[in-house]
């Protein structure tokens, strides 16, 4: 347990941070005494802003979402500026652009920096909050929200105030805002060796009228067909996300699930010989690729934790020869792709949930700046894996040293 965990009922104490509390979690810990500690010292102190920021995140760790955020905006509203220093002597400082939101509506920059010589000063704005008349001096500026209906006004705001900005500025907003499922469509179109699916926004009433057999696929998807994949607005992490078959299942969907608007697209089956779907999980640094995760399962929709790579050696050494032979071999094959990719996405750094088609295509997913990369798997079944998250976080450390010599006017 770390000294800050060990200190959590000490008034005006450091901030505890997602990283270390969500590596609780991961053990299985139960945070609610945590939890409990952390509310009782909020209380007894009222403009302790770190204390009521770390129950926030203890809340969303429990599952209680709604209530989570609520009370991670108090903890904005009391100081939305807060800092985590490093475990190392400070070599650098970083400013990072941060939104209100659950765990994924923000770069994971705890988790890139956890053990760095970083000190993170984490600023987080709203809508309805001024940008503070002075920021703690820094080398380097990242904004960190990510894209999404909640950001949708936020992230112009942001790229309003840091159009000029007197140091290096990592991932500017209106690259970002670029991230939606249906302008990476548009923005990616025609990128040699990329299959990715068009994907489109509408509602509810065009969905029904498919549905009702009112209209034909083509009609919303030109030249698809069924199957097609549907998820609501602002779904992320696969909730409410199906295959539908026909409009039979279509109509099952709508009955079952709620939501004004969706994106819509077809769906690709993209098993391997042995009718296995495999997952990888790159992030672009600096527009170099670099392996994550590789989960394989038995279903088309596939999340790391419950494709039971825990529970399957077989697949553990799948994925540690994947990370063997990344740069040889999937980062080869795809080279060309991915610089195209990099190009016209325009950041520094971001994550892409992709596979490979039986005829060798790069079939994207989703591409994000706040997909979770971490080196919190047990070394007992995941050895393998923490040289390669030490390289993706060493990566991203000399993305910072390398944008804080450069002199641009940001």
Request: hydrophobic share 45%; glycine share 6%; charged share 25%.
């Amino acid at each position: 347990m770390t000294d800050k965990l060990r200190h959590a009922s000490t008034p005006f104490s450091d901030l505890i941070g997602v990283a270390p509390l969500m590596r609780q979690a991961f053990m299985d810990v139960n945070l609610r005494p945590l939890g409990e500690t952390l509310l009782a010292r909020a209380q007894a102190n009222p403009d302790d802003a770190n204390a009521v920021f770390d129950f926030s995140t203890v809340l969303q760790l429990n599952g209680e979402r709604e209530a989570a955020l609520a009370v991670q905006m108090e903890a904005i509203r009391i100081n939305p500026l807060f800092t985590i220093a490093p475990a190392l002597p400070s070599r650098l400082r970083l400013l990072v652009i941060m939104g209100p939101g659950d765990l994924m509506s923000n770069t994971p920059i705890e988790f890139l920096l956890e053990h760095s010589d970083v000190t993170l000063d984490m600023l987080f704005l709203t809508l309805d909050t001024q940008w503070p008349d002075t920021v703690p001096d820094h080398d380097v500026l990242l904004v960190a929200i990510a894209e999404s209906e909640a950001n949708r006004d936020l992230l112009p705001l942001v790229a309003q105030l840091v159009a000029n900005w007197p140091r290096p500025v990592i991932n500017r907003p209106e690259h970002i805002a670029v991230l939606s499922r249906d302008s990476v469509c548009a923005a990616l179109d025609g990128v040699p060796g990329l299959l990715l699916p068009r994907t489109i926004r509408t509602d509810r009433g065009s969905l029904g009228a498919l549905a009702a057999g009112d209209i034909a696929v083509g009609e919303l998807l030109p030249g698809d067909d069924f199957p097609l994949i549907v998820r609501p607005l602002g779904s992320h992490a696969g909730t409410d996300l199906d295959k539908v078959a026909d409009a039979g299942e279509l109509r099952a969907y709508l009955d079952r699930v709620g939501g004004a608007e969706f994106y819509l697209s077809r769906f690709v089956d993209y098993s391997s010989a042995d009718g296995l779907f495999r997952k990888y999980r790159i992030v672009l640094i600096a527009g170099v690729p670099y392996i994550c995760h590789f989960a394989i399962s038995q279903h088309w929709m596939i999340h790391y934790l419950n494709a039971g790579m825990a529970e399957s050696v077989e697949k553990r050494e799948q994925e540690a020869a994947c990370m063997l032979h990344f740069d040889e071999q999937f980062a080869a094959r795809h080279r060309a792709t991915l610089l195209e990719i990099n190009r016209r996405i325009g950041l520094d750094y971001v994550g892409i949930d992709c596979a490979e088609t039986a005829d060798g295509a790069l079939l994207l997913f989703e591409i994000d700046n706040a997909m979770i990369v971490h080196g919190m798997d047990p070394l007992d079944k995941f050895a393998y894996k923490k040289p390669v998250m030490e390289k993706v976080f060493a990566a991203f450390r000399a993305l910072l040293e390398s944008v804080r010599s450069d002199t641009r006017v940001a």
